[in-house]
């Protein structure tokens, strides 16, 4: 059952050492304390299992850990071992769940001997109703399952002018931020894949992985309790970050 859950988008200027000191203005501070803090509260919860679910061109599991490069974006970058094949949902994904779990004391890419972690993509085009069944098959793999869901909300914040907000956009992601802070699955569930992809957001087929993933513990007593970590768009792309725990590991999860 899910007991734990971190939202955090993946945009390639999320990881310091990829983008130097291009990367260093202060709002991508904010926003790297946030996924931080989200990832370390999964980590901390000790769960026996952590899924890092992110978009991709088609739905596949990979070991942990497994290689990632951002070099499709011209950045000469690269983690795990072997030939790069993750998308940048889990290219970002594991480089941010790595660095929480050498926070918590655990060295490099290794896991606890009591967690495991699985790497799972979800096509970009997958339908809600697949999603969801996946969420649900991912939560049922352990007693204790955290998930760590990679996605960002709308690329479309500008309309010919850098910074000029679109309003569809801003309506779209206030609504997501607004479910996120309530751990609110079941609107997660009913997100539209045609306008999700109208208003270019990649993180709609794992937000319904996640939904999916939740629908269980949503339904036992007191449910999940949601906490929204950052909200902002700093390159005209929304980035939106959250963390959701079951009552008994709400202290942990959502602390930082």
Known sequence: MLIA??????PPVLIPAAMGEAGAGPELADLRAACAAAAQGLVRVRPDLIVVAGGGPAGRAYPWPSAGSLRR????????????????????????????????????????????????????????????????????????????????????????????PDPEAEEYDAG???????????????LDPDR??????????PWQVLAGAAAAAAGQKDGLRGLLRYQAAPYDVSYLVASWAAAPD???????
């Open 5 to 10: 859950a971190a939202v955090c988008p993946h």
């Open 73 to 164: 974006y011209g950045v000469p970058w690269s983690t795990g071992p072997g030939r790069p094949v993750l998308p940048l949902s889990l290219t970002v994904g594991t480089w941010l769940l790595a660095g929480a779990l050498a926070a918590s004391g655990t060295p490099g890419p290794a896991v606890t001997s009591a967690t495991s972690v699985m790497l799972r993509s979800v096509a970009v085009t997958a339908s809600p109703e697949s999603c969801r069944r996946i969420g649900a098959r991912l939560a049922g793999l352990a007693p204790r399952v955290a998930m760590l869901a990679m996605g960002d909300a709308s690329a479309r914040k500008a309309i010919g002018v850098p910074g000029a």
């Open 176 to 190: 997501i931020a607004a479910a996120l802070a309530a751990a609110d699955a079941g609107a997660l569930a009913r």
């Open 196 to 205: 999700a992809a109208e208003l270019r957001v990649t993180g709609r087929a």
């Open 250 to 256: 709400a202290a942990a999860v959502l602390a930082g």
